[in-house]
């Protein structure tokens, strides 16, 4: 090898490790000047999956959606190298919310899972229970109200099911439906998988006061089933986020309850509409990025 060629290695090794170390350098320094808490409404077509970033670094994901097109969706807002989910929701095991954990459970480390517990019959269910068997992951059923302290005046609360559900197969799943709600300071964001308008209102009768959210995720992707007045008053929301499918063979989201919000004065955000929906908090005020 040439004196001259020597050279010309030595110096391309040199800027490549000065640009990872830049690389890395601004990385570090966007984690830690992270202030908010980001709530991503993943745009994975007609299935409901969100990714929750705390200002404290901890990371949650609600359903992964039909198909392993949440992977992709991950993969924009998650940096390549991270791997790490804190805790993931499957609300219900119908396959347009769990289809998509399977491939999560395969590619990332998940510290909880926590599930309503239906032994619901299906490939897809299965599938699922058996990635978190072979990996070791903890696993929660939610058979009551559960809360996790994440920080500083930040919390996530699991208000239903507030029964257990444990060994049952329903023949309607969505009865069964996890329902949660983040705290970040004085914003709330209330996360509803597809539980229908008899678990609203048994929410709404208990505890008015506990379901107030600044922004709603709309059950059931906008169906008729869910969403009744009571409900949209109870909650009171600044803002809903619609998860639905471009052009889906279920005719989501309904008119009846477009029109219903539209009633009520409440902005719609929806994915069909507007791919990934990203809101941002800082514990008083919460934006759309």
């Known amino acids: 090898m040439t004196l001259k060629r020597y050279k010309q290695i030595i110096f391309l090794i040199s800027g490549l490790t000065l640009i990872v170390s830049v690389l890395t350098i601004s990385i570090y320094w966007e984690e830690r000047g992270k202030s908010n808490v980001e709530v991503v409404f993943l745009d994975v077509g007609q299935g409901d ?13 609600i359903d992964g959606g039909p198909d392993a097109a949440v992977l992709g969706r991950l993969g924009r807002h998650l940096p ?8 993931v929701i499957a609300t219900h095991p119908d396959a347009d919310h769990i ?30 229970q058996d990635e978190i068997g072979k990996k070791s992951i903890t696993e929660r059923t939610v058979a009551g109200r559960q809360i996790y302290d994440l920080g500083d005046n930040l919390w996530l609360d699991v208000l239903y099911p507030d029964m257990s559900f444990a060994g049952q197969d329903l023949e309607d799943t969505n009865m069964a439906s996890i329902v949660a709600k983040l705290t970040d300071g004085e914003i709330d964001y209330l996360f509803t998988g597809d539980a229908p308008v008899a678990v609203e209102d048994k929410l709404a009768a208990n505890n008015r006061s506990l379901v107030r959210s600044e922004v709603l995720k709309i059950g059931h992707h906008g169906s008729k089933t869910s969403s009744s007045d009571v409900w ?16 889906n063979n279920y005719g989501h989201p309904s008119l009846t309850i477009l029109n219903r919000l539209k009633k009520s004065q409440i902005p719609v955000l929806r994915t069909d509409e507007l791919g990934d929906i990203t809101l941002a908090s800082d514990g008083e005020f919460v934006e759309l990025k």
């Open 49 to 61: 999956s969100v990714l929750i970033k705390t200002k404290y670094n901890q990371q949650i994901l």
């Open 80 to 87: 390549f190298y991270d791997r790490d989910l804190d805790m």
């Open 99 to 128: 289809a998509g954990l399977v491939d999560v459970l395969k590619r990332y480390s998940v510290g909880l899972v926590l599930q309503p517990g239906l032994t619901h019959s299906t490939g897809i269910n299965q599938a699922l």
């Open 232 to 247: 949209l008053d109870a909650v009171a929301p600044a803002a809903a986020v619609i998860q639905v499918g471009k052009d």
